[in-house]
């Protein structure tokens, strides 16, 4: 694992990107809609409990910008820290297919006439999928890289209602049926812990669950607070506590521990930009610290990405054998 994986216990996405494109490749965030169907109170929706006003990632000052300043403006960044020769332009912030069609094609357009940019990302809901949108991706999977990344954030209903997601866990899995079927995206999904009444078999279920379905990735998010959100004020009446950082890590190790190593990880806990915006848990303003205090949990524990997976076939028994050497030879030095 350590060769295989960059020296990290479980499979990176960076690690994903680079079998994809042969070298480290970095996102472009950029924001090009300004609404979602809960928003808006589509069929009675509510906004999810966790998103602010922005969208939970959105800069607030590219909605000022055009697509293309935001762009060039982020790149210009990236380029002059990381001396990086491959982008992917990254549609994050609210539901990217909640949108006309042309507009759609436009802004896939517009990303992809840059020399620099070797594909773009798309997030959004599965519960905002056309046939013209599925199409509308495949015909971009001809000609560039295309990948995905849908908002399931839970396999339970019940958490799915406390987020007031407006969807339920079997919409999910329809969806990433449907998006396998009819493009060949590549396909990830968010999920999200820390929900009330969490329990450690849901954990391992979510896990086994995301190695039966045809995805590549998933992105971990810890609930987190911010302000002119439901959780706020759900918070300050003391109906919701978020997860300490020393037992969101023991969530990760056990998830981890029962996802197939095939499946690539973005991230390994949320990230709040926004610190004016931030009520709890506070570990959330630092990015790296979680992320490096999970990483030597998972090394102090002995674990990694399918330790506790059973070997179903020839492939796996090899694999995971070669995951667990990898390990062994790290812990020793």
């Not at 949320?270 to 570990?283: C, F, I, K, N, T």
Request: charged share 25%; aromatic share 12%.
């Amino acid at each position: 694992m350590e060769k295989g994986w960059s020296g990290l216990p479980y499979h990176s996405i960076s690690e994903h990107f680079r079998r994809i494109f042969n070298e480290k490749v970095y996102k472009i965030p950029v924001s090009v809609v300004d609404d979602c169907p809960n928003r808006m109170g589509l069929k009675g929706m509510k906004t999810c409990s966790f998103c602010d006003v922005w969208g939970s990632a959105a800069r607030e000052e590219s909605f000022q910008m055009s697509l293309d300043q935001q762009i060039e403006k982020y790149h210009d960044l990236i380029s002059k820290k990381y001396k990086a020769n491959k982008y992917l332009v990254y549609f994050q912030a609210y539901t990217n297919t909640f949108t006309k069609i042309p507009a759609l094609r436009h802004n896939f357009e517009t990303a992809l006439k840059y020399p620099y940019v070797s594909g773009f990302v798309l997030g959004t809901r599965p519960d905002c999928l056309s046939e013209a949108v599925l199409q509308l991706w495949q015909e971009y999977c001809q000609k560039s890289f295309v990948a995905v990344e849908l908002g399931v954030q839970s396999f339970f209903n019940p958490h799915l209602e406390f987020m007031r997601r407006g969807h339920t866990a079997q919409d999910s899995l329809k969806a990433i049926t449907k998006i396998s079927e009819k493009t060949s995206v590549d396909l990830g999904i968010h999920l999200i812990f820390g929900s009330p009444n969490e329990t450690d078999a849901e954990i391992i279920e979510t896990a086994r669950i995301c190695n039966d379905l045809p995805i590549t990735n998933v992105k971990l998010h810890n609930m987190h607070v911010l302000k002119n959100t439901a959780l706020e004020e759900w918070y300050n009446e003391g109906n919701f506590i978020p997860l300490e950082l020393d037992e969101y890590q023991r969530k990760v190790q056990l998830f981890l521990s029962y996802l197939h190593p095939r499946i690539a990880v973005h991230r390994l806990a949320a990230y709040a930009s926004r610190w004016d915006e931030l009520v709890a848990p506070q570990w959330t303003r630092d990015k790296m610290g979680p992320h490096q205090a999970i990483v030597d949990f998972l090394r102090q524990e002995k674990t990694y990405q399918g330790c506790k997976l059973v070997a179903q076939n020839d492939v796996d028994r090899i694999l995971f054998h070669q995951m667990s050497l990898r390990v062994e030879r790290t812990i020793s030095t």
